[in-house]
């Protein structure tokens, strides 16, 4: 099991830690980093169906890791996302540094641990071709956490570039609905808000 089989969760808190201190340099690994004005111009232009250069929760479908932020980008309230809101977040993610952060979170299926799926963290494409897939098993109590490959990530042991992502979830025994993965409408944020001590919840449904 990836991550938590042998690190378990205690490591979290320093990995964490040590994390934080992965800036990109000239003897660090290169950290991609987003352009917050061609993304949201990019978002826009994906989801925004009716043409008011906003996107609603119902135009957000089209771009499932707005759905799952949908409150938290909205800032003013007005229950649409706009370009300016959504440059605003992308570029709070760099305002320290670009970083690597490690993503947990659980995933439930009728409430219930999915042990044994795997998770892939797909980028969206309005934000470009650089940030990578994470990939994780799910653990017994339905802990993941997806990370990309190795050979990105030089000497950090796992861990994401700030992201918006789409999350697709299989099972090698179970029957996953198509809106969990070939149509996914799961999405996830990674940002240096993430809190790995309050992993956020990947809620599925059987039905
Ligand atoms: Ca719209
Ligand atoms: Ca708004």
Redesign the pocket.
């Known amino acids: 099991m990836r991550v938590f089989g042998k690190l378990g969760l205690p490591a979290w808190t320093s990995a964490f830690a040590l994390c934080l201190g992965c800036q990109a340099g000239p003897t660090q690994i290169s950290i991609p980093t987003v352009n917050p004005g061609t993304a949201a111009a990019g978002a826009i232009e994906l989801a925004d169906k009716d043409g008011d250069e906003?996107i609603s929760k119902e135009e957000a479908v089209a771009t499932p890791s707005l759905l799952a932020v949908f409150e938290k980008y909205?800032?003013?309230?007005?229950?649409?996302?706009?370009a300016a809101?959504i440059e605003g977040q992308i570029a709070s993610w760099y305002a320290k540094a670009p970083m690597v952060f490690p993503v947990r979170c659980l995933v439930k299926m009728d409430g219930r641990p999915l042990m044994g799926a795997k998770v892939v963290f797909e980028p969206e494409p309005f934000l470009g071709v650089d940030l990578g897939e994470g990939v994780s098993d799910v653990g017994a109590a339905g802990d993941c956490g997806p990370s990309l490959l190795p050979e990105r990530l030089g000497k950090i042991p796992y861990g994401m570039f700030c992201g918006l992502y789409r999350a697709k979830i299989t099972h090698p025994s179970r029957q996953i609905p198509a809106k969990y993965n070939e149509h996914t409408e799961l999405g996830f944020e990674v940002s240096p808000s993430l809190n790995p001590n309050d992993p956020p919840v990947l809620s599925l449904s059987s039905k």
């Open positions: 906003a909205d800032a003013n309230t007005d229950g649409r996302i706009d809101e």
